[in-house]
């Protein structure tokens, strides 16, 4: 069974559906452009305040009753952002991080939303979001500031896994905590953070 959904302002949306096979995975395309981003956007753990900009939503993944493996593209668009006091973006200063910040308008950021359908995950690489914020950066003319993202993203990847920083979600996006020494078994795997939360949220429940 196939559902497709053509909304004005480019909102498209594809379902199929596959219960001829029990467990059969089902797949979800989806594009929401000109999603509006403002300070509520984000939570209060996020490292980041947005105070205005756009964002156009790309999912796309299979999924069944039972699990999810959706891949998440934000492009943010005419974006307004600053470093939340107090709250570490990629281990950056703030200073560093605020000038960075005032200096992109558009960003573009992939994630994941893995696991049960019911408590689904956000995957986040650090190391994605750092080389996509240098890229960013580059592209604005900043190539000093793009020197800096690209430091932190060498350091990063000369650390130990074990001791690599998790990203706080989507809700948390940029802010950091330190992932707990038995969580050995996903060192291959992206960043993750438990539930939906800020954008994603607005745009899938």
Known sequence: MRLKVDAPGGFVAELVLHYEQGGGLHSLKLRAPNVPLDAETLGDKSAI?????NA????DGPFNAEEIDLSVVLELTELKARPRPGKPMLGLDNKTAGEMLENITEWKLAVGLKG???APR??????QVLASLQGALTE???????????????KRGLE??????VLDGLGGLLGTKKKDDGDKDDEKDK?????LGGLLDGVLR
């Open 49 to 53: 305040q947005i105070d205005s900009g």
């Open 56 to 59: 156009t939503v790309t999912v």
């Open 116 to 118: 049960p359908l019911s």
């Open 122 to 127: 956000l995957v986040i690489d650090d190391e």
């Open 140 to 154: 604005a003319g900043k190539n000093m500031l793009a020197k800096e993202a690209g430091k932190q993203l060498e």
């Open 160 to 165: 130990d896994k074990v001791g690599k920083d």
């Open 191 to 195: 960043k993750k953070k438990d539930g």
